[in-house]
């Protein structure tokens, strides 16, 4: 269950409002330790991609901006 706690500002702008768990600390605990399983059992099983790196716990998106960056830079080096 989650409860939102309004911040400040306008009440009509979801962006002020922060959402607040309401769980135990075994329930947290307990889905912390089953999203780590279930994300090993789809890395090592080929469920997800190699090329997934957002959202993993150990590479990030390192690769993929630096991928972007060297392309940024190729076009306007090459000016297309």
């Known amino acids: 269950m989650t409860v939102l706690i309004h911040k400040k500002g306008d009440p009509n702008d979801p962006g002020n409002w922060r959402p607040i768990p309401l769980c135990s600390t075994v329930a ?39 991928t972007l960056q060297m392309a940024l830079d190729n076009t306007r080096r090459t000016r297309r």
């Open 28 to 66: 947290k605990l307990y889905a912390s330790c089953l999203a780590g399983r279930i994300t090993y059992w789809a890395v090592t099983g080929g469920a997800v991609s190699r090329s997934q790196k957002g959202f993993m716990c150990t590479e990030g998106c390192y690769e993929h901006n630096f």
